[in-house]
């Protein structure tokens, strides 16, 4: 569901916030990205069209730093479980991942050239009958329990477990550590824990392919 149009739509909103300059909108930066890609030569088949910008989603920004030898660590990520529409939960979050991650210092224009930003849309919510049933790789996974008389949950999205590759009570246990957990680990299984699944592909896109793609535009435009 998600397009790598949607991800230079999160870059173009976060370089304009950090240059303070207009930023495209995002069907603006969808009919451009679809015509980039149409002028490179070496291109593979163009990307299908995503969800109309009106189309309300549950989404989640993630930005990663990439390292010379392939390795991704967490920037940031924050998103949303309430239906936005696409312009506005994308510009929002692109925002909020990048800036107001508390585990992380905002990201700055320093910052820019070894990010990755990853957007995903959250579909086909549903509870699951039990705390292992989801699958590694297809569903993200959603907690919510009681523990000494506080309400804690957490949210792994679908890529992560098989990211880290974890099995599934490897991603239950750190989950819930994620959400507050400070019991043995062994005793996970004990609490009367509530699990909802949901599915969504990320998308990633480097910000040196956005670079390239903002210096196709800037020619287009000036």
Known sequence: MATKAHCAFCFETLTAHL??????????????????????????????????????????????????DGDKHLRGCIGTFRPEPLSTGLSTYALTAALEDTRFAPITARDLPPLECGATLLTDFEPAASALDWVVGTHGIRIAYEHRGRRLGATYLPDVAREQGWGKEDALRSLMRKAGWRGPDDEWKAVALRLERYQGRKVGLAFAEWRAWRAWVDGRIG
Do not use: C, D, K
Request: hydrophobic share 30%.
């Open 19 to 68: 240059e303070e300059r207009p930023a495209l909108s995002l069907p603006e930066v969808e009919a451009l990205w679809s015509q980039y890609e149409s002028s490179l030569s070496t291109s593979a088949e163009a990307t299908a069209p995503g969800p109309s910008p009106t189309a309300n989603y549950p989404v989640f920004i993630t930005y990663n730093t990439l390292t010379p």
